[in-house]
């Protein structure tokens, strides 16, 4: 097609000899008709969208169709997540308690925020007041084992003598676990209020052996330390407590008649 025969797709007007053609898409344009639809500005680089028709800029069709980030309010190019009404940025949909991305692994909706699977399981139990395994993270309904201070499942673990599945009433000793029948055998006594090992200094008092800081008077469960305590039907008292209860005192000053 000669240039003669040739209009503008924007002004309709022809093209003197020399002038310089935009072509795009079997479509010619004057130099300075080819522009954004939308700021009417020509494009960065020759680099355009097309919508409907009609061509834009960059930052005017994504201001105009791309998606906003739920999180950092930027426009999301490429890949978008789409969950709780709204869109991110994959690295910007994380778990929001343990901030950890959610986008391959899955989410569950608890009471409006986006939580992984593990902090939904935590939530659940604290609401029920039970614990979380330490090892597989997932509710434990019954027979918790605490280990170096976290709970587990019992049957995460096996006696570290016969090998034996633990259950809730495995001993720790010295950083190793035991079932009942053979930390019996060797003879650790036992706290007659937490029911754990006592390895180090042992009170015997009431026909049990106790931790130190567990043999509690029985009214104020403070800790006797070494002072004298009173024995009542079973139950440790302070000297105080044991007179206020069973003892006579002086109605003025209060003190042991």
């Not at 020399?18 to 072509?23: D, L």
């Not at 930027?74 to 869109?87: L, T, Y």
Request: net charge positive; hydrophobic share 35%.
């Amino acid at each position: 097609m000669s240039l003669g025969a040739m209009f503008c797709c924007k002004c309709g007007e022809g093209f003197e000899p020399h002038e310089k053609i935009v072509n795009s898409n079997g479509e010619v344009w004057h130099q300075q008709c080819f522009v954004c639809c939308q700021c009417f500005r020509p494009f960065p680089e020759g680099t355009f969208y097309e919508f409907e028709g009609r061509k834009y800029c960059k930052h005017d069709f994504h201001v105009l169709f791309a998606p906003c980030c739920g999180k950092c309010k930027q426009f999301v190019f490429g890949r978008v997540i789409k969950a709780m009404n709204n869109s991110w940025h994959p690295e910007c949909f994380t778990c929001e308690i343990c901030n950890m991305i959610l986008a391959d692994q899955g989410f569950i909706k608890n009471a409006g925020r986006a939580l992984c699977h593990e902090c939904n399981a935590r939530e659940k139990a604290a609401q029920s007041g039970k614990y979380i395994c330490f090892k597989c993270h997932s509710v434990i309904d019954e027979g918790v084992l605490k280990f170096k201070g976290e709970p587990y499942h019992p049957y995460h673990f096996n006696c570290y003598s016969c090998g034996i599945e633990l259950n809730a009433d495995a001993r720790e000793v010295k950083g190793d676990l035991y079932c009942l029948r053979c930390h019996d055998k060797m003879g650790i006594p036992i706290c007659g209020a937490c029911r754990r090992p006592i390895e180090e200094r042992v009170v015997t008092a009431l026909g049990k052996n106790w931790h130190v800081e567990h043999f509690v008077c029985a009214k104020c469960e403070k800790p006797f330390l070494g002072h004298r305590h009173y024995e009542k039907k079973g139950l440790a008292y302070c000297e105080i407590h044991y007179h206020q209860l069973f003892g006579n005192l002086c109605f003025v000053c209060n003190n042991v008649i």
